[in-house]
């Protein structure tokens, strides 16, 4: 377990400094997606579905969304 903290702190410093340098349209379409995947999983969970089923349709969904969404406000 002590050598695993390490590694796990390395992997999310790593993870996290990717997403530095995101335009606003990459920011939404990853914040949509995530939201969309999360709020599937726990919709499919709750009914008794396929929880993967549901994350990936939700995030597909929600990146979709979080897509549509920007290129409406540049639009204004």
Same mark, same amino acid.
């Given at each position: 377990?002590?050598?695993? %903290?390490? +590694?796990?702190?390395?992997?999310? !410093?790593?993870?996290?400094?990717?997403?530095?340098?995101?335009?606003?349209? /990459? /920011?939404?379409? +990853?914040?949509?997606?995530?939201?969309?995947? =999360?709020?599937?999983?726990?919709?499919? !969970?709750?009914?008794?579905?396929?929880?993967?089923?549901? !994350?990936?349709?939700?995030?597909? %969904? =929600?990146?979709?969304?979080?897509? +549509?969404?920007?290129?409406? /406000?540049?639009?204004?």
């Amino acid at each position: 377990m002590t050598r695993s %903290v390490p +590694l796990i702190v390395l992997v999310a !410093a790593l993870t996290l400094g990717g997403c530095s340098n995101l335009s606003k349209t /990459e /920011e939404r379409v +990853l914040s949509g997606g995530a939201i969309g995947a =999360g709020a599937g999983a726990l919709g499919t !969970a709750l009914t008794g579905g396929c929880v993967s089923c549901g !994350a990936a349709l939700g995030g597909a %969904v =929600g990146a979709g969304a979080g897509y +549509l969404l920007d290129k409406s /406000e540049d639009r204004k």
